[in-house]
């Protein structure tokens, strides 16, 4: 029979708010579905099996170090997805919407991120996008259209947290229509506060050498569809 130490409900509240910290703002309860999932299960076998006493069969707490370890493969996992900065961390985010380059949605690109992006949003305090092409001269100038977005979270405010912006940037249905042209259609990247004034450059259209063909083009592109350089909401830079 079982005689695992645990000191109570008490514990468990503590310990499940501690690791919560680390889930770089994955709800509790998803975290908590996934637990229960797995302790009844494993509660059953282990019952079966004569492991543990009856009176434990509705006992969480006997499979705490479980729970921590399912919390610690999600934050590794988040980690790896949005980087290796915890959320206090994150000063912004730095999107790109690039979908397939056939068909040409260059207009559906525009609306959809002015839509999304030029309006109050909480957990926003200010955001900067751009639209790009990828052509370098006068024969492929226009060709793959995409677009970048640069998001100053509200640190003040839970609507801001990173993990929260990013899930109503995946599950907008703005940004949802372009999945299906390409797998990689959508890029979030979560920045630092050292970062966000090069990823701001970026956008502003101070890039390198390299690029500068395709900076040419995008200007000629921009005026024949009349869009600004940059965009900002609320406005001025």
């Avoid at 434990?56 to 290796?84: C, I, Q």
């Avoid at 998001?151 to 801001?160: A, C, N, Y």
């Avoid at 949802?176 to 004034?197: A, D, G, M, N």
């Amino acid at each position: 029979m079982s005689s695992y130490e645990f000191n109570g409900a008490e514990e468990f509240e503590e310990l499940r708010k501690e690791r919560y910290e680390t889930v770089y703002g994955t709800k509790r309860k998803v975290i908590r579905k996934m637990f229960e999932q797995y302790w009844k299960q494993k509660l059953q076998d282990d019952f079966l099996a004569g492991r543990i006493d009856e009176h434990l069969m509705d006992s969480r707490l006997l499979y705490a170090p479980e729970y921590n370890n399912m919390l610690r493969e999600v934050a590794k996992k988040e980690t790896a997805k949005y980087g290796k900065l915890s959320p206090h961390q994150v000063f912004g985010l730095f999107i790109t919407l690039s979908p397939a380059p056939e068909p040409p949605r260059e207009m559906e690109i525009i609306e959809s991120v002015n839509s999304l992006f030029g309006k109050n949003k909480k957990g926003i305090k200010k955001v900067y996008w751009c639209f790009e092409q990828s052509g370098t001269d006068e024969e492929s100038v226009g060709s793959h259209p995409h677009a970048h977005i640069l998001i100053l979270r509200d640190q003040d405010d839970v609507s801001g947290e990173p993990a929260r912006l990013t899930r109503w940037i995946e599950n907008s249905n703005k940004i949802v229509k372009f999945r299906t042209t390409s797998p990689h259609y959508l890029q979030i990247k979560w920045v630092s506060e050292t970062k966000f004034p090069e990823k701001l450059a970026y956008i502003q259209g101070k890039k390198e050498a390299d690029k500068q063909s395709a900076l040419a083009m995008d200007k000629i592109w921009r005026r024949e569809l009349n869009l600004q350089d940059v965009y900002c909401h609320p406005p001025g830079l």
